[in-house]
């Protein structure tokens, strides 16, 4: 592999609807068999699967890079949280059961948590290999087949995912991988024997998804955009909730969902709090990806960083201030020139109604807005049709557990931002969508329960 800034890697043909049918008709085949093995059986396949993509890391790692445009550094966290989701998920394998419940008369009843059969998993271009990983480990693990759509910006690395699943000893066709855009989507959404729908992605998109799936009654897990809050306290230590507020906006050019981009600051901070974020941003290395010292790369297309030029010329219009960065990148290498680079950029000056603090922009534009009374920020905070994350920095142990009490949002960090443990749930509310990855709590979601009575004795028939 090599860095080609601007120029198509490889082209790949959109899969049809032939081609979704037979993508779903060997999954189902493949169901067949893998439902029926026990939990141990499929734990051991899953660990198998996650110790190849462990040995293979930098490889996987490089190849997520050039598919994405993230950093080296950031893609090998991203491959270690995908081994460590599918270890996660093999060690539930075996536990999975449902409950017996004494009846009268020594009748009794069960519950069997059984597979849905064959999952649909669509990926977004940000976490092409992580998101895969995060929907297929549950998935497989309570016995489910799924088939996948990457993003056709970021089509590669997903492919290599299926192949490590069958060098792990799936069955043929367990995890299948279609190729293509809105219409494969459709054809995914819309197939007959397609049990359950996994999106991640944006809210409109999210919408159709979900008016698709609801004509054929099949459940949607939606995890989709957001305008997180990051409020700092001024009792924060002030090292830590600038780095926080780093990590809340710029990873992955900030093209994360869950970013923390609407900053409140507390006004009797606010001055010293920007002058080191703005003095840290500015020092934040731009360039290749592939080098150990790039902690930013490039954005994912033409298309989308114009897009996020646009919100931040919009955002001066409005009265923002730009206090650094904004402005497109080039490189000194010259291999580099069409790469997709910009400046991160903080915004000051920003008011509740502008719309670089309403919108998602998916981009590495961070703005800050003063605040002066808890309740005031947890209002402003809350103020918004997403509800994905939220983020708390202070030293008030009372305060921090108060606040995120009081934000409506799926996932909140107390003294840090980002941080996706596989342990925990991962998920939204209101337009950020529903359902959850990762944690006990996907389980849930790919998965449906049986009840079965059983009479020891003569039916008491009424008729």
Known sequence: FKMCPGRVLCKLPCSGEKEVDLAVQSAKAAFKIWSQMSGMERCRVMLEAARII?????????????NNGKSIF???????????????????????AGEHIQLPGGSFGYTRREPLGVCVGIGAWNYPFQIACWKSGPALACGNAMVFKPSPFTPISVVRLAEIFTEAGVPKGLFNVVQGGVATGQFLCQHPDVAKISFTGSVPTGVKIMEMAAKGIKPVTLELGGKSPLIIFSDAD??????????????????????GTRVFVERKILDTFTKEVVKRTQKIKIGDPLLEDTRMGALINRPHLNRVQGFIKQAKEQGAEVLCGGDLYVPDDPKLKNGYYMRPCVLGNCKDDMTCVKEEIFGPVMAILPFDTEEEVVERANATKFGLAGGVFTRDIQKAHRVVAALKA???????????????PFGGYKSSGFGRENGRAAIEYYSQLKTVCVEMGDVESVF
Do not use: H
Not at 415 to 424: A, D, F, I, R
């Open 410 to 424: 799926g996932m909140c960090f107390i003294n840090n931002y980002n941080v996706s443990p596989v342990e925990l």
């Open 54 to 66: 462990r040995e293979q890391r930098e490889e996987i790692a490089t190849m997520e890079t050039i």
């Open 238 to 259: 002030l090292d830590n909730a600038v780095k926080g507020a780093l990590m809340a906006n710029f990873l992955t050019q900030g093209e994360v969902c869950c970013n």
């Open 74 to 96: 950031e893609a090998r966290v991203d491959i270690d949280v995908s081994w460590q989701c599918l270890e996660y998920y093999a060690g539930l394998a075996g536990s999975l």
